[in-house]
């Protein structure tokens, strides 16, 4: 087999135990990478402090001082290299991946408020959203993060079957679909499907072996498994860039129309 070209890799995991299992599987990335000769950046959200909050703050030279539009001094922060330092070193990070793995307990069905604040943050007018000034016009598969592969680890404390198909908390993938279509598909990164971890409230040590051998695969083949099939806006699926064509999935609504395959399961 011939050896995967070196990349760049980030790796933001959100957790305040340090013997979390969201933490072991962080270091555990880390050392499958570093194996395989990638270059690994790393933000620990809670180590380092994170400022989870998205306020004010954030804008030392203001626009407009009488009244906080986020997307008026967001754009203009940006584009005017006026951001806050911790928001300027995060971009950094992620304009020089070639992928970004989130890592993140679920925590009522979402990642915890820190990283959610990362987001929030980071992911500023004129490169994850309003991209080169043109709306929403590259938006879905294309955008400031386009050609960057993006994972989601997540650690869950009920059983697999509470997240099954007709499982009583719905499906995971489901729930986490404003992560995976929305934050990361949203600004042009190709995403891979959900790595998952459940029953960790009472996970043993073998439960967890198993789990790290897996994730350790996972990580192998983070250049080489394919994205989830997430419809691109310009691709011809969406002809007014707002809605399927008539033609498209047409027995299909909801969340799963915009996958293509979606009987497939994607974990």
């Known amino acids: 087999m011939p050896a995967i070209p070196r990349k760049k890799v980030l790796i933001v995991h959100a957790h305040p135990e340090r013997t979390s299992i969201t933490r072991q599987l962080a270091d555990s990335a880390c050392e499958v990478l570093g194996e395989q000769g990638h270059v690994v950046m790393r933000s620990d959200l809670y180590g380092m402090g994170w400022k989870a909050v998205f306020d004010g703050q954030d804008f030392p030279r203001r626009v407009n001082p009488d009244r906080l539009s986020f997307i008026e ?55 994850a959203y309003g991209y080169q000034g043109a709306g929403n016009a590259h938006r879905y598969g294309e955008g400031g993060f386009a050609g960057k592969r993006a994972l989601l680890a997540v650690s869950v404390g009920g059983p697999a079957q509470d997240y099954s198909p007709r499982g009583i908390n719905g499906p995971l ?11 990361l598909f949203f600004p042009g990164m190709q995403v891979l499907p959900t790595f998952a971890v459940y029953g960790t409230g009472s996970i043993d040590a073998q439960g ?26 310009n691709g011809g699926d969406y002809p007014d860039r707002h809605a399927l064509g008539p033609h498209i999935a047409p027995d299909q609504t909801g969340l799963m129309a915009h996958v293509v395959n979606a009987s497939r399961p994607l974990r």
């Open 73 to 127: 001094e967001s754009g203009h922060a940006f584009s005017h290299g006026c951001q806050t330092p911790d928001v300027e070193e995060e971009q950094r990070k992620i304009l020089a991946a070639d992928a970004v793995i989130l890592l993140f307990p679920l925590w009522w069905y979402s990642m915890p408020a820190i990283m959610k604040g990362w987001v929030d943050r980071v992911w500023a007018f004129g490169l």
């Open 173 to 183: 993938e489901q729930l986490l679909f404003p992560i995976t279509h929305g934050t």
């Open 208 to 233: 967890m072996a198993e789990a790290t051998t897996a994730w350790r695969g996972r990580v192998a083949k983070l250049f080489e498994d394919e994205p989830i099939a997430f419809r691109p806006q």
